[in-house]
């Protein structure tokens, strides 16, 4: 142990461990991504269903696949209802791509293994998405396990026989395999995204003996990945039109989600991410690109691909799925966190080339202190998307049990389901005409929801709209009551039901 304790990969590695988990719970789950990927994870824990992701126990929630949701709810179940145990996913997703980074150098660059894990631990976006509730960094390291095993296929030792070679090879190309259909789990097509370097790459650099599309790995995809799409579309009639039209084709080609879908958008959102989300690391990633055209024409000799295998595969890797999510006409920074595995690789492997040694530690220390206290300023950071907030000004107003929370054409905090144990509904004042069949809007309108008379439920909605509502409730035989002062300009109030106001006090 005490051998272990003086290698430079121990450090990083306790290094990583304070900047995933502490105040990893110090501040409340955040509306509205946060919430909401609690609340449907929230929801199969409830409800004992892990097969059908729901929002509410009206409505299904159908935008991403649920594995994400699985690990949040295997979490809790665990550790208990705490932000911080729904944050832990990620949390563990970040510290698995910290490994990552160094197996995927240590084979790439041999000797710049310590520098990648340590810039893939210190980059100011990779730490920050890590305290955020998301199935990004669940896909990030469910393809980055697949892009390690390609590694290790394409770069690891050689076996002196050439059929333990093949044997090798073709085991390393199943676990890749694995790792896409996890991924696949995780965010569905988009994990897809990686193989295109995979194949771009064995184009380019043909060799090692084995095929990448090879039986056995497609059918570890297919038992892995496809089960759970089967066993859902089966069930609920429509459901892969929606899929394949809304979750894939629309986003791609369309802004109807308004995720900066202008012609302008990739540079509005990308340049900032990979500028400032590699800080402190961004001068080495900026003297790697001012080579690259360099490189790019020295590449077009097939000796020159295989003498330089390595660089090509890792910058194949970036700038492939790169110009895709550029294409595409949704875009979101945390997008592109499967892309900062590489982008740890390559600065490591520039600062290599440059003869630059790992950092001394009290940089790194400082680097990691700047990096903490960031964290920190968020939990002092003064926003209405706090939920944890929200529940104490819930409890304040309204004491005892709550079993439900009803929000009234307004953003709903589904963050609300983990701080107060209670389900989370959207309602509209009127009825939908044409709901569409897979995550409408609101689950049910005003009258169906004062027609269940449920108990124990807290209702908001936004002041300007309270004089109406409560007319219209009144309208309905009802009797809203407001519960103290407003709250971030919204009415947190009760409802009497007609039933219970005509039965006599009791004596």
């Not at 059908?52 to 409505?59: A, C, I, L, Q």
């Not at 159908?62 to 709810?73: D, N, R, V």
């Not at 090879?169 to 569905?188: E, S």
């Not at 600065?347 to 950092?359: D, I, K, S, Y």
Request: proline share 8%.
């Amino acid at each position: 142990m005490l051998r272990l304790a003086r290698t430079p990969a121990f450090w990083i590695a306790a290094l990583a461990l304070v900047l995933a988990l502490c105040f990893l719970g110090s501040r409340g789950i955040w509306d509205p991504d946060e919430g909401r990927y609690t609340n449907v994870a929230l929801n199969m824990l409830d409800t004992g269903d892990w097969l059908n992701p729901r929002r509410s126990h009206e409505v299904g929630h159908w935008t991403k696949p649920p594995l994400t949701y699985w690990a949040i709810a295997s979490s809790v179940a665990v550790f208990g209802h705490h932000a911080w145990a729904a944050r832990l996913p990620a949390a563990l997703a970040y510290l698995l791509s910290v490994w990552l980074a160094w197996r995927i150098a240590r084979r790439l660059a041999p000797g710049a293994q310590d520098q990648a894990a340590a810039i893939y631990a210190t980059m100011a976006f990779t730490v920050g998405a890590s305290q955020l509730v998301t199935t990004d960094y669940v896909l990030a390291a469910c393809t980055g396990v697949a892009m390690w095993a390609y590694v290790e296929a394409r770069f690891g030792p050689a076996q002196a026989a050439p059929a333990r070679e093949r044997l090798r090879a073709r085991a390393w190309i199943a676990v890749m395999w694995a790792g896409f259909a996890l991924g696949f789990l995780a965010k569905g097509p988009p994990a897809l995204l990686l193989l295109l370097p995979v194949l771009a790459f064995n184009l380019l650099a043909p060799g090692g003996g084995y095929r990448v599309l090879q039986w056995s790995g497609l059918a570890l995809f297919v038992l892995l990945a496809l089960p759970w799409y089967a066993a859902v579309i089966a069930n609920h009639p429509g459901l892969l039109r929606y899929f394949i039209g809304d979750e894939v084709v629309n986003r791609v080609t369309t802004n109807e989600f308004g995720r900066h879908g202008e012609w302008y958008g990739w540079l509005e959102i990308y340049v900032p991410t990979l500028v400032l989300g590699t800080l402190p690391w961004t001068p080495a990633l900026w003297r790697w690109l001012r080579a690259l055209p360099a490189a790019l024409r020295g590449w077009r000799e097939r000796g020159q691909r295989a003498n330089e295998a390595p660089a090509l595969l890792v910058a194949i890797w970036l700038l492939l799925p790169l110009l895709a999510f550029c294409l595409a006409r949704s875009r979101m920074p945390l997008y592109l966190l499967p892309l900062f595995l590489p982008l740890a690789v390559i600065a490591a492997m520039q600062r290599q080339r440059e003869g630059r040694v790992l950092p001394r530690w009290p940089a790194l220390a400082a680097i990691a202190a700047l990096l903490m206290a960031l964290k920190l300023a968020t939990v002092y950071w003064p926003t209405h998307k706090d939920a944890a907030a929200w529940a104490d000004a819930i409890r304040a107003r309204a004491p005892g049990p709550v079993q439900e929370v009803v929000f009234v054409e307004d953003m709903a905090r589904y963050g609300l389901h983990l701080h107060l144990d209670a389900e989370i509904e959207k309602i509209s004042l009127d009825p939908t005409r044409d709901p569409p069949p897979f995550n409408p809007e609101f689950d049910e309108s005003l009258a169906q929801e004062l027609a269940e008379h449920e108990p124990d439920a807290i209702w908001i909605c936004k002041q300007a709209m309270w004089p109406q509502l409560q007319a219209r409730i009144a309208a309905l035989g009802h009797h809203a009551i407001a519960l103290g002062a407003p709250y971030e300009r919204r009415v947190i109030f009760r409802v009497e039901f007609a039933r219970r106001l005509a039965q006599p006090p009791a004596r």
